[in-house]
Nanobody, 120 residues
Framework: QVQLVESGGGLVQPGGSLRLSCAAS????????MGWYRQAPGKERELVAT???????NYADSVKARFTISRDNAENTITLQMNSLKPEDTAVYYC??????????????WGQGTQVTVSS
């Protein structure tokens, strides 16, 4: 079974920083896109940042210039460096990956989510 394990969430003051990590493990043939999504209470889940296998990135307008997504293909991990955090960044952050467990079987996988709270 493929697992996405996240770490790094927590409570931080406005203007502070957090670094989220996500590691994919299990029976993995290959991983294409990986990324981060978030969901605030009462809101729809939204894209934060994604990264293709070859390094292409996409960011939500609200986090550009503040968040940076990085990827280590050898370790099947991604990180999200979050700087200049704002209260509106408060949400549960989810890791997502498009994974092939065989050459022809592709599925989307989600992590369990990690809480990020930005508050004084």
């Amino acid at each position: 079974q493929v697992q996405l394990v996240e770490s790094g969430g927590g409570l931080v003051q406005p203007g502070g920083s957090l670094r989220l990590s996500c590691a994919a493990s299990g029976s993995i043939f290959s991983i294409n896109a990986m990324g981060w999504y978030r969901q605030a209470p009462g809101k729809e889940r939204e894209l934060v940042a994604t990264s293709t296998r070859l390094g292409g990135t996409n960011y939500a307008d609200s986090v550009k210039a503040r968040f940076t997504i990085s990827r280590d293909n050898a370790e099947n991990t991604i990180t999200l460096q979050m700087n200049s955090l704002k209260p509106e960044d408060t949400a549960v952050y989810y890791c997502n990956a498009e994974i092939r467990v065989t050459p022809t079987a592709k599925s989307d996988y989600w992590g369990q989510g990690t809480q990020v709270t930005v508050s004084s």
